[in-house]
């Protein structure tokens, strides 16, 4: 990527703009390859979220995460650059993809700022190859037309152009001057009253659950699998259309812990959950993952709830899982040659809805290893999958009996430095006009019984049910 010194704060105009943007376009020309502007600038305080909704368009691409409890939050929408991929070699698509449009990158302004710069919004479904109608690709990767961040007390507002040989500077000009203009002062249009009632929905269930926990019971019992997790699928048809960024808004609001998160595809669909799951998070070469599994509900007062902490620190079932997604961490990443660091005990996560077992892995990244090549090697974790990985990843389809798309896969972004955060796809629903698929899933293993898997996907569901329909 190329930074030039110069500050578009300073001397702004449109004719400096378009000044600049010619001088994009000569590089265009010269190199016989479209470049990626990216300019940068320090804004204003502001909502991602409510910037997003006020600018919200059915038909249009948008990436959204934030973590309320630290503050941290990024939007992108539309598409200036983009790229999908299926099959084993996804990962390494992507990277390539990142690769080359970075260097084909002109950046000016704010670049060093917290999520200054370009960004690289990406997904990855479950399964490396999806099924025909789904909502979302294997894997995607896009740089957004437009991006708002926030960063603690740091608002960060980013254009990105892609500028061919036969760019029209005027056009590309006004675009940005008009989105320039905006941002600096905000003015948000008015949410509305919000979705449906509970009671203004109506609720299917895709097959049957109990059942076929018993029949993954059974086949761990047989050896074919020492764990593998079962989700489940409920459609709701409501009355009206739903809007994902209002009922995105009550997910965050209840669940500040967690990753709140929208992936719109620009077609009408959009994926949106709040995950307690870190996948993998780099930054200025420190590499950070979790275990995360075994859970139980939250009490209703402090003593039963420290009472249900403690039988969840001395259950077996749960540890054993819990150990199991850690030591399969450790092997996934010993390749990459990096020198892993963890708590020899697991710790408690607590969430507003349930707690979890949990045990955080922290490494130095070696130069030659990229977050991608980390992504590739862990995702899906025993966490959402199973183990060994093959054996219960082949089951899982049959089992379920329905494609998962994103859910319980990878979503997150990609910065021109070399870091970026990944989450995995869960607490999540599916969300189309009026309908929307929510999943919740249990990870599956010797001494489960029905009852209790399925008791445990009820709690997550409420959960997200509760927060939906705020």
Request: aromatic share 8%; glycine share 8%; with cysteine.
């Amino acid at each position: 990527m190329t930074i030039l010194p110069l500050n578009p704060a300073e001397n702004a105009s449109p004719e400096a703009l378009r000044a600049f943007l010619a001088q994009c376009r000569d590089a265009a020309v010269r190199d016989g390859r479209p470049k990626l502007v990216s300019i940068s600038l320090a804004v204003e305080a502001l909502d991602p979220l409510a910037v997003l909704e006020s600018i919200f368009e059915p038909g249009e691409p948008h990436f959204y995460a934030e973590r309320p409890g630290i503050e941290s939050a990024v939007a992108g929408a539309e598409v200036a650059v983009a790229h999908e991929a299926n099959g084993p070699g996804r990962f390494a698509a992507a990277q390539r993809f990142v690769d080359d449009t970075l260097a084909d990158t002109i950046a000016v302004g704010d670049v060093s700022a917290p999520f200054g710069g370009p960004h690289f919004f990406a997904s990855f479904a479950f399964c490396e190859q999806t099924e025909p109608g789904e909502s979302f690709p294997a894997a995607q990767v896009f740089v957004p037309r437009w991006q708002v961040a926030r960063a603690g007390p740091t608002t960060t507002a980013v254009a990105n152009l892609w500028v061919a040989a036969d760019a029209n500077l005027g056009a590309l000009a006004e675009r940005v001057w008009r989105a320039h203009g905006k941002f600096r002062r905000f003015e948000f249009a008015s949410a509305g009253t919000g979705g449906p009632t509970p009671s203004g929905f109506t609720t299917r269930e895709e097959g049957d659950y109990r059942a076929a926990v018993a029949r993954a019971v059974a086949r761990i019992d047989a050896g074919e699998f020492t764990k593998i997790v079962l989700a489940r699928a409920q459609h709701l048809a409501a009355a009206q259309a739903l809007h994902p960024l209002r009922m995105l808004n009550g997910l965050r609001q209840r669940f500040p812990d967690c990753y709140s998160f929208s992936l719109a595809n620009g077609r009408g669909q959009s994926f949106i959950g709040a995950s307690p799951e870190r996948l993998v998070r780099v930054s200025k070469g420190a590499l950070e993952t979790e275990a995360l599994a075994g859970s139980t509900r939250r009490g209703q007062g402090a003593s039963e709830d420290a009472a249900l902490a403690a039988a969840l620190l001395r259950s077996e079932k749960d540890r054993r899982e819990q150990r199991e997604v850690l030591d399969d961490i450790v092997a996934r990443l010993a390749p990459l040659g990096l020198d892993l660091e963890y708590p020899a005990q697991p710790q408690l996560r607590r969430l507003a809805n349930v707690q979890h077992l949990h045990t955080p892995v922290r490494a130095a990244l070696p130069e030659k290893v990229r977050l991608l090549d980390v992504l590739a090697a862990l995702h899906p974790t025993p966490a959402v999958g199973g183990s060994p990985r093959a054996a219960a990843l082949a089951r899982i389809r049959e089992l379920e009996g329905f494609p998962r798309g994103l859910y319980a896969g990878a979503l997150g972004w990609l910065n021109a430095r070399g870091g970026g955060e990944f989450f995995v796809g869960i607490r999540s629903a599916l969300i189309e006009g009026a309908t929307a698929r929510v999943y919740a899933g249990a990870g599956i293993v010797a001494g489960s019984t029905p009852e209790k898997e399925f008791a445990e996907t009820e709690l997550k569901f409420k959960a997200i049910l509760d927060a939906l329909l705020a």
